[in-house]
């Protein structure tokens, strides 16, 4: 992503009787605040069929979760219906949620995942 450079802005020196430098142009410097990027969480799907240790696999692989969180989180979803894997940048989220529809494709599972801005 590029950085903006900061803004200048042309200030209207004061007039009248005392300005002294009447008819100058002062160039005021002021940092643009530069914003924290949105944040997305990739957020998986309960459904009858992909293996609870498929979804744990997955979990672990993709999702850099050890054996035991990646079950937890495995077994939230199976119970609630969803369940956060993961906060990522909007392009790191879509990417992994790719490779979860990806994987899941190739193991003939129809696992599914979806991507969500966090407030
Ligand atoms: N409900 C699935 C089963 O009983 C397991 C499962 C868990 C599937 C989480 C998807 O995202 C999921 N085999």
Known sequence: MATQPPSISPVKPPEGPGADDAGSVVMERRALRV?????????????????????????????????????????????????????????????????????ALKAGHPLQATLEPVE
């Not at 992909?50 to 077994?75: G, N, Y």
């Not at 199976?78 to 979860?100: E, F, M, N, P, W």
């Open 35 to 103: 914003q924290p990027p949105k944040m997305y969480q990739v957020v998986m799907l309960n459904d009858d069929y992909t293996p609870m240790e498929f979804v744990i696999a997955v979990l672990q692989e993709l999702f850099s979760k050890d054996r035991e969180t990646a079950t937890q989180i495995m077994l939230k979803i199976h119970l609630d219906g969803r369940g956060i894997c993961g906060v990522y940048s909007r392009d790191v989220a879509a990417t992994k949620v790719d490779q979860v529809h990806e994987a």
